[in-house]
């Protein structure tokens, strides 16, 4: 079975600074991970993902994420934060193994994100 | 391009009382999912539609949950009766095979809330 790990319930940075929300999965086969972003009162909004190929995937708003296949992990980074990247940030990961649950997305419990002014 | 809708965005109703929230998907998207988050806490699948067929139900209590995608495009998530317990955010996505990689757009989710 398929999981994710996001070790830290809540990141606090200030504002300028670089930001880095962790994430470690395991999986069976090939790992396809993503992160997505839900703002209050809001449904997730996807960031990144990384399928294949090179392992530091560029996303939306500044974001990236550096896919580690030896650590199993799959850190989420911005080099220079913003308050309003204030949010909760969730890793996931999909089954690719085959079966009824093909394309399911296991999330982590996911991480707070404040960026202090 | 309309995202994923769903509605309504609130609910509050009475333990042992019906609830139904509906879905409509990205246009296009021939898969459907429909997803629970409790408070703090990640989605977690209910129920995956291909078209109008449910291929993993696995994870939803059948005892009061059903769900249905009659003309594969639309989809209605019933409860009956809700519980306390029931109380969350209950999440809809849609995704289409044809972008090769399956990503899932996420709808804003109904908050159910059990009184």
């Known amino acids: 079975a398929q999981s994710v790990a996001q070790p830290e319930d809540q990141v606090n940075v200030a504002e300028g600074n670089p930001l880095t929300v962790k994430c470690t999965y395991s999986?069976?086969?090939?790992?396809?991970l993503f992160w997505y972003v839900q703002y209050p009162n809001r449904g997730l909004q996807f960031l990144l993902k990384?399928?294949?190929?090179?392992?530091l995937v560029k996303g939306s708003y500044g974001f990236e994420a550096e896919f580690n296949k030896s650590q199993t992990s799959f850190h989420l980074k911005k080099p220079s934060a913003l308050v309003s990247d204030s949010a909760l940030y969730f890793c996931?990961?999909?089954?690719?193994?085959?079966?009824?649950?093909?394309?399911?997305?296991?999330f982590g419990q996911g991480t707070i994100l404040t960026v202090h002014p | 391009e309309a995202g994923v809708v769903q509605s309504p965005r609130y609910k509050i109703i009475e333990k042992k009382q019906p609830v139904a929230f509906w879905c409509n998907p990205i246009?296009?998207?021939?898969?459907l999912y429909w997803y629970l988050q409790n408070l703090g806490q990640g989605p977690e699948l209910l129920i995956r539609?291909?078209?109008?067929?449910?291929?993993?139900d696995s994870q939803l209590p059948k005892d009061r949950f059903s769900a249905e995608r009659l003309k594969g495009v639309d989809s209605t998530l019933k409860i009956q009766p809700a519980e306390l317990g029931d109380s969350a955010v209950y999440l809809c996505?849609?995704?289409?095979?044809?972008?090769?990689?399956?990503?899932?757009?996420f709808g804003p989710g109904t908050r159910l809330t059990v009184l």
């Open positions: 996505a849609s995704s289409s095979w044809t972008s090769g990689d399956n990503e899932q757009f």
């Open positions: 999986v069976s086969g090939n790992p396809y």
């Open positions: 990384y399928i294949t190929g090179d392992n």
């Open positions: 996931a990961v999909r089954d690719d193994a085959g079966g009824t649950s093909y394309g399911k997305l296991t």
């Open positions: 246009s296009g998207h021939n898969t």
């Open positions: 539609y291909e078209n109008e067929e449910a291929v993993d």
